[in-house]
């Protein structure tokens, strides 16, 4: 049975993670790529075109890796539903490229018999095809696609003109070149299957490829110290000490610029419009809605730089190696270090980059507890506080109190994020412990165009999940803050009047017993936006004026008001409550259910009601 | 668990007796000679779902298999070097994996 592909056609690149996959599509499809989501999963699905040197358009869709088409997470079955032409909404594809790393054969090729079985043309690029080259590794590719029964290319997809092979190669197939298709007998292999598997791989391997005369000495020289119980660690935490350095002072002037730039932009059209609705609907709903979506970015990009180059260095495999049995007493998987350390920015993209968890019990543990970790967010509300009430004093001579209660709410969050992991695994999932097996690949430099490509590539895709949430939950704040406006003869900010105003005061008695006055209150309502808006919304209940001085003022005026129990409770407070709704709105996309952002928002704000209750109270008996 | 078993035959035998790759220790080399439990092993409950993992990322009969690296707690995970792979895997996983240990390594079982 044979078949050629009439154009446009449609290729999927399937291949065992870590093999190049997506640098090649990436040479391939340069700018011209798509991503989305698979309706009803929260796979990502990428798909790019390109236009052959032959004149033949090829649509190309670049799946999530496996090893095997038995789909264990949902990244997997995805793969696996679009090879097989199962997956709804998806036109499946006419051939499919697996990639291939060509310095590393075995698995994959086992991934190719498994592939010959679909029923479709399949085709093999060995990637990386230079490194292989360099280290001797000799690899017949006409013998290897005799005895695979494929063709066989060979790509090197960081070089300029890498792909040309390749191309050729779909080229002649577009023309009509018949390429030879198995009847579509896939079915999950058995036990002894996989053996017999690679038993035969084993053979081919033994015909047509020469090991190594060069091996990469490189990786185990690296490993000796990276994966070296004392030197590993050391240099985990170096890395760690470099991201968060990187994240929260790189990123400050770029966030400054970005913060007045929006300033300036509302004062300009504050002072162009006249006094009104849409003026205020303008400058304090949209721009500054915006304006506070934006000014997280340059921390982002700078996060997602950081892990993307330590991605394509091949070293987070190590990470989880590292880590995983200091979370595996929390019940966690190794690979939950990377989101939860991404939480530290912002919990979107650490709640995001849960989806390298395959074991699903893991994923959701580590979705959950992301927010718990301090966001960036949180710390404009901390240093107001703690610049307000806590003394700048040294302690034991050494230590400034100030820096030292800052890092107690931080150790605070982690604390709490590791107690809520182990109750969660107790509670609900006792016993059920996933596997962690991993591959760890070999160290590769990586392409900074690819990096580039996909920091860019987050930047959009925060952009458009949180920036559309984030704006309309502003825009609806704003309404609640201004509608109705004040009476004529209003006494106090207008705020006080405002639905906002009204529902401060309707739950003021439940938030009387962890001593939150009915301002607070409202502050808690406008910050349920995002945590930092709390801040503004401070400025607002007390008539603050706002402007350069308004964290001054606004420290002089909160000392002023508030109890020190009051403020405990509220730094209490904000190390656990729900205070963003971009975060449940993430969570419930990635779980493709409410229950679980019901069940974080829940937690969590039962957690901060004790912590703020209790807080509270110990300093009342200290006379606070 | 197996090494008591075999503890008693002549200490050229010991060397090659079989052990789980989840209990040896840094250097320990050898090759796979089961994945998962034997029929009606009562000591180990291991899952088909555990044991086709393994298997699908290389662990099969006759892969040549040595520690290379010990976590830092209680010397976990491991990761192994697999025919010309690495793989990382915890030592609960790793118990899955029964392997023949080359005779005059530097390691051995715990």
Known sequence: MSESIAAPARIALVGNPNCGKTALFNALTGSRQKVGNYPGVTVERKEGSFVTPGGHRVQVLDLPGTYSLRARSPDEAVTRDAVLGRLAGETPPDLLVCVADATNLRLVLRLVLELKQVGRPVMLALNMFDIASHRGISIDTEMLSRELGVPVVTAIAVRRGGTADLLDRIDRIANGESLPTAAATWREPTRSEIAAAHREVERIIGVSVRPPARPDTWTARIDQILLHPVSGIAVLLAILFLMFQAVFTWAGPATDLIGGGFDALSALLAASLPEGMLRSLLTDGLISGIGSVLVFLPQIMILFFFIILLEDLGYMPRAAFLMDRIMGYAGLHGRAFIPLLSSFACAIPGIMAARVIDGRRDRLVTILIAPLMTCSARIPVYTLLISAFVPREQVGGIVNLQGLVMFGLYAAGIVSAFTVAFVLRRLF????????????????????????????????????????????MMLLIWFLSSVPGAPVDATEPAINYSFAGMIGHAIQPLLAPIGFTWEIAVVLIVGVAAREVAVAGLGTVYAVAAGPETTGLLTDMLAAHWSLGTALAMLAWYVFAPQCVSTLAVTRRETNSWRWPVVQFTYMLTLAYIAAFITYRIAGAFGG | MYRREYTEITSQDVAVAPVTLGKGTKGMRGTVIRVGAAEGDPHCEIGAELE??????????????????????????????????????????AEAILVRVAPSNGGSAI
Do not use: C
């Not at chain 1, 006792?430 to 580039?452: C, Q, T």
């Not at chain 2, 086709?52 to 290379?68: K, N, Q, T, Y």
């Open chain 1, 429 to 472: 999932w006792r016993g059920e412990a996933d596997h962690f097996i991993m591959e760890l690949p070999s160290y590769k430099l990586p392409d900074p165009k690819n990096v580039l490509m996909g920091v860019l590539q987050r930047a959009r895709l925060f952009l458009r999940r949180a920036g559309t949430i984030i704006l309309s």
């Open chain 2, 52 to 93: 086709r993992r393994l298997m699908e990322i290389g662990f099969v009969e006759g892969a040549s298999v040595e520690i290379i690296h010990e976590g830092f707690i209680r010397r976990d995970p491991i990761a192994v070097k697999l025919d010309d792979m690495r793989v990382a895997l915890r030592r609960r996983d």
